[in-house]
């Protein structure tokens, strides 16, 4: 009896252990899907600070969305390629080493320099009127007639190597506040025709990104209220330095006008 009772109390014992280190250690956390975020400077985060010192001119930034998506989703691996500066055959020719066929997802903003983006810019912000709409009706020739074709390349490589990898493809916010009474700079004109290169380029990433299945991520919508000219910006206007942050978002423009975005759609 007593080698019974012995027993009994042992057992008990052992259970109330086992139990408090259930309740003490809690369920084993889940991996996130394997992440590879890809891109340009939209997705490596020029303007958010907090600067990847190894990143050196690709100005990847711990602040950016992929960065912050990664760290509150813990994936059980994390690539950081997006680069500034990149365009397409950056993407095809560099940045895809980290897919395989065990990522799960992928994201990236690609096609705004292919376009010329910089170059729109600096020509609105130093020339006429009329100069900036020549540039910016150049540019959407080239996104509705070219861009698509480009694309369709860095699609089709992204799904070769990560053929099982959700791809969400995000957009670019409209650069200004077209509903402000009073805005520094550059012409109403100006504000007008970039937002329509930002729309023009939008749409037509959204309807290639769709012929491939996969998710788009509009930020217009989260940018909404935002723009420059908005009093509550979520983009940097024109920066002296560091000049590259210049028409870039913030670090309140990833966290609160991407990171939902991706959240909406992962």
């Not at 009474?181 to 025709?193: A, P, R």
């Not at 290639?208 to 935002?226: C, I, K, L, Q, W």
């Amino acid at each position: 009896m007593r080698l019974t009772r012995s027993l009994t109390a042992l057992a008990a014992l052992a259970f109330a252990l086992v139990a408090a280190l259930v309740l003490t250690t809690g369920p084993a956390q889940a991996a996130g899907p394997a992440y590879v975020a890809l891109g340009d400077s939209y997705s490596a985060g020029n303007g958010a600070g907090n600067y990847i010192s190894s990143s050196g001119d690709c100005h990847r930034s711990n602040s950016a969305y992929p960065a912050l998506w990664a760290g509150a989703h813990s994936p059980s691996s994390f690539t950081f390629a997006a680069c500034s500066g990149a365009v397409t055959s950056d993407v095809t020719g560099s940045q895809l080493g980290g897919l395989n066929s065990s990522t799960g997802l992928v994201t990236l903003t690609i096609g705004g320099n292919d376009a010329g983006f910089s170059d729109v810019m600096t020509t609105c912000v130093t020339g006429s009127d009329s100069t900036c709409v020549n540039r910016v009706n150049q540019a959407e020739t080239f996104v509705r007639n070219t861009l698509p074709g480009r694309l369709d390349t860095v699609y089709n490589a992204i799904r070769a190597k990560a053929p099982n990898a959700r791809v969400v493809v995000l957009g670019y916010p409209d650069m200004y506040d077209l509903s402000a009474w009073f805005c520094v700079g550059l012409s109403d004109t100006k504000h007008q025709k970039i937002n329509e290169a930002a729309d023009v380029l939008d749409t037509t990433t959204a309807s290639v990104a769709a012929s491939h299945g996969f998710a788009f991520g509009d930020v217009r919508p989260t940018f909404h209220g935002h723009e420059l000219c908005s009093g509550d910006d979520y983009l940097h206007s024109l920066v002296i330095s560091p000049s590259w942050e210049s028409y870039h978002p913030t670090a309140t423009g990833h966290s609160a006008g991407y990171l939902p975005v991706l959240n909406a759609n992962d």
